[in-house]
């Protein structure tokens, strides 16, 4: 069985703070994909980053940056100097590979105060 | 950009009322998804469907039913709403290796 773990509920930062969010995994497939998704209060998801089992290069976009690290099957999230409109709720997903659905950690809820 | 659509986007129903919730995609898709987002956060899978005629339940228990006549559409329906039903739905379609798309969400709740 999958499972995505996001073991901080809530964060909560000030303006310009650096915040990373973790994420652990566990799959027992060889080939495997992974997802981050913003939620803002409106209550839609937003794509951030995908990421496949055989690609370890960590990825930078902006203020974001990601670490893959397969030793540990952890899959974390930096916010660089953290803005107010990052105050969201963010998750971490699996695709399950047999049914083709993404399975969710249980999200942080990130609150940036300015 | 993603053409997944779902409505209503909030509705604030009674108890025991029949609600159909909407979702229509554009692109095609076989693969199609509802997910429950209770209060607390967490998202689970309670249906998906391969193609046309077919649904399946996913891992959280669900009272909805589903149905998929057509491609582009997946309603989703709750027979007698109840306050336990308050929930965010987030329709899907297509989740693969690459891609995922998602529509906005009805936010749902029932008094």
């Known amino acids: 069985a999958q499972k995505v773990t996001q073991a901080q509920t809530e964060i909560s930062v000030v303006e310009k703070e650096d915040v990373t969010l973790d994420c652990v995994y566990e799959?027992?497939?060889?080939?495997?994909?992974l997802f981050w998704y913003k939620q803002p209060p409106s209550g839609e998801l937003v794509f951030l980053i995908r990421?496949?089992?055989?690609?370890?290069q960590n990825e930078i976009s902006g203020r974001y940056s990601w670490n893959f690290q397969k030793s540990t099957s952890s899959f974390n999230f930096t916010i660089t100097a953290s803005q107010v409109v990052d105050s969201a709720v963010y998750f971490c997903?699996?695709?399950?590979?047999?049914?083709?659905?993404?399975?969710f950690g249980s999200g942080t809820r990130l609150q940036v105060q300015p | 950009e993603a053409d997944i659509y779902q409505t209503p986007r909030y509705l604030v129903i009674g108890t025991g009322k029949k609600i159909t919730l909407e979702c229509s995609q554009t692109?095609?898709?076989?693969?199609m998804y509802w997910y429950q987002q209770d209060p607390g956060m967490e998202l689970h899978l309670i249906h998906y469907?391969?193609?046309?005629?077919?649904?399946e339940k996913g891992d959280l228990s669900s009272e909805s039913t589903v149905s998929r006549i057509r491609t582009e559409h997946f309603p989703l329906t709750l027979e007698s709403a109840r306050p336990s039903h308050t929930s965010q739905y987030l329709c899907?379609?297509?989740?693969?290796?690459?891609?995922?798309?998602f529509g906005q969400g009805t936010r749902l709740t029932v008094v």
């Open positions: 899907a379609s297509k989740i693969g290796a690459t891609e995922a798309f």
């Open positions: 799959t027992r497939d060889t080939t495997y994909y």
């Open positions: 990421r496949n089992s055989f690609d370890e």
């Open positions: 997903a699996l695709v399950d590979t047999g049914r083709r659905a993404l399975t």
């Open positions: 692109m095609g898709h076989d693969k």
């Open positions: 469907s391969y193609g046309v005629n077919s649904t």
